[in-house]
């Protein structure tokens, strides 16, 4: 049966059941979720998760046409109404008084307002400092790769994936070095403000890493006010854009607080998810992995891998939206003040769009029309940075490694409980060391 005729069937007795009592707060589910993305998609593409308070559109056609009308789908409403839901008066409170104030996050908002921050913030990713950058990021990467390869066996996540984001940005950044454990903290701490699976004591906790968070790049950002440097601090803080009008355009304090937490925190955790899950697939596909290796030298095939690995296993799973009027999604009508998870994980599953979509195939026609970088104009700003390390982490890993496997059982990978992401918590694999 092809995957077109599969999506007009009927849903089975089962597919039912777990349509009716499915939800994302599901830890098994979040680890685990195709079924559900696909009883979704062809029962109920627009779902509501009682237990979420949201509902999950799942169909590509559906995601993209929602993120391109950013004014009646709000991402600023959306994601500030999802951040501590349930606890954000609290939640601010403790960042007014203990962390240097509440700084919403001035990315994470609608046109026009957004329009102007993101050309702000463009100043932090041009393609000229961008293409700069692989040569010192192929220099962390196979720093990274030989510490580990001789041992035959590591945690690709912990020892090599959040290590190698967490460098690359802190470099950009212009900051110390020694930062991995607590940029891992402060990164865990801010993707549960939107994760929706905290308690209120979880929250309280998290909350005050990101006051500490705070505190430090306060400290840093008044230090590039009076002595700029060639990194993204300096960038944001000294950002300015000429107007139509001949107005020039600067951040205020609050905003650049927030683009730089931002750049931090978006800046490692969604690259390192990404990487984590290559080597999944790398240690759980054979067939994969040997055609990286057959391949390791074209510079095309690399491209399309990375796009294929985005799309089969992105590594945010859903960002939030508000409806701003009643509106209809599909056939699905929504009231005015509907909160809306945007599920990317279903959109790059979606068997209309992708034929066999479980199959790992860098010849697809439409390999770029995958969603995992959002799309409209909150598409990811650093989707070309993100771009470079995966494919030069790809490229080094098969040049390094060989008979990657799992050192654990599939069923003992345990997941971040977050419905932002979609991130492995530790992924330990054997291997052997290639001659480099």
């Not at 509501?48 to 009646?72: C, F, M």
């Not at 509907?338 to 010849?363: K, W």
Request: glycine residues 6%; hydrophobic residues 40%; charged residues 25%.
């Amino acid at each position: 049966m092809d995957s077109q005729t599969q999506a007009k069937c009927p849903l089975s007795q089962d597919e039912q059941a777990l349509l009716a009592s499915g939800t994302l707060k599901d830890e098994a589910i979040l680890a685990h979720p195709h079924d559900f993305y696909s009883v979704m998609r062809r029962g109920d593409p627009v779902h509501y998760d009682e237990q979420l308070g949201s509902w999950l559109v799942t169909r590509h056609e559906d995601i993209s046409a929602v993120q391109n009308d950013p004014l009646t789908f709000s991402v600023n409403k959306g994601y500030h109404t999802q951040q501590a839901r349930g606890m954000q008066d609290e939640y601010q409170d403790i960042l007014r008084r203990e962390g240097g104030g509440y700084f919403p996050d001035a990315i994470m908002s609608d046109p026009p307002y957004h329009t102007r921050i993101r050309k702000l913030m463009e100043s932090a990713f041009t393609a000229h400092r961008v293409k700069e950058l692989e040569p010192r990021i192929r220099e962390i990467v196979i720093d990274l790769l030989d510490s580990v390869t001789g041992k035959g066996q590591a945690d690709s996540v912990k020892d090599i994936a959040v290590p190698l984001t967490i460098r690359v940005i802190v470099e950009q950044l212009g900051l110390e070095h020694g930062l991995e454990e607590k940029i891992s903290r402060w990164s865990v701490a801010v993707t549960a403000q939107i994760g929706r699976m905290q308690n209120r004591e979880q929250m309280i906790e998290n909350a005050r890493q990101i006051c500490d968070l705070q505190h430090y790049l306060i400290g840093k950002m008044k230090e590039r006010e009076t002595d700029p440097r060639e990194d993204m601090i300096s960038d944001i803080v000294h950002a300015k854009i000429a107007m139509d009008d001949g107005s020039v355009e600067v951040l205020t304090f609050e905003e650049a607080v927030s683009l730089i937490r931002a750049l931090l925190i978006a800046g490692n955790d969604t690259t390192a998810t990404a990487i984590g899950n290559m080597f999944y697939i790398l240690a759980t596909r054979p067939d994969v992995a040997q055609a990286l290796s057959d391949n390791v030298e074209d510079d095309r095939f690399l491209t399309r891998f990375v796009e294929e690995l985005l799309r089969i296993e992105p590594p945010v799973r859903a960002l939030s939206r508000m409806t701003t009027r009643e509106v209809t999604i599909g056939e699905t009508t929504l009231p005015e003040g509907a909160h809306v998870l945007l599920v990317y994980g279903s959109g790059n599953d979606d068997e209309t769009v992708f034929p066999c979509p479980r199959d790992f195939d860098v010849s697809r026609g439409n390999i770029g029309r995958h969603v995992a970088f959002g799309g409209g104009p909150h598409r990811c700003v650093g989707l070309s940075l993100a771009r470079m390390e995966i494919k030069v982490m790809a490229r080094e890993i098969i040049r390094r490694m060989a008979d990657i496997k799992l050192a654990i059982a599939p069923e003992d990978i345990r997941y971040v409980p977050t419905v932002a992401t979609r991130t492995i918590e530790s992924l330990p694999i054997t291997f052997t060391a290639r001659a480099a």
